[in-house]
């Protein structure tokens, strides 16, 4: 992408006001200081407005470019996750439901996840989601240390 104040290309910062790229201080400074920073902002806040639910979201630019890891998952699993009818009865559950919400809100997460794995419900809903992510790459020894304790 272009540098919203020189011809430069880069993609390493964006503007935290209308989230249009530039590549040094300088250019960041010239921006704020022109009216093209608030035209950007209102006209996306138009489009965003205009467009339909689910157009807005899949449009909407994040700050960060997506990396993988060996952990990351990809797009097409996910999507599978979504029609898996058991993780859809699972998360009818409403415990289940308040249970995931405070591990996406936790200030510590290791910390918090070590608390939801003690949660039998929670072990078959990671389960759950595993059988679909890794259906046969899950070794019988993994297998085991994710049952239910006795």
């Known amino acids: ?89 699972l998360l009818v559950n409403p415990h289940l439901r308040a249970l995931l919400q405070q591990i996406d809100v936790a200030h510590n997460v290791n910390l918090t996840m070590t608390a939801a794995m003690q949660e039998p419900l929670f072990i078959e809903f990671a389960n759950a989601c595993l059988q679909v992510v890794e259906p046969a790459t899950m070794s019988d020894a993994e297998r085991a240390e994710l049952q239910l304790p006795s």
Request: with cysteine; charged share 20%; aromatic share 6%.
């Open 1 to 89: 992408m272009e540098c919203v104040s020189c011809p430069n290309l880069t993609n390493k910062y964006k503007c935290s006001k209308c989230i249009a790229p530039y590549c040094s201080v300088a250019c960041y400074k010239k921006h704020k200081e022109s009216t093209q920073c608030d035209e950007l902002a209102i006209s996306q806040k138009t489009e965003r407005c205009q467009a339909p639910n689910n157009q807005s979201a899949e449009q909407e630019p994040t700050v960060y470019a997506p990396f993988s890891t060996e952990d990351t998952v990809p797009p097409i699993l996910l999507q599978k996750l979504n029609n898996h009818e058991p993780l859809r009865q």
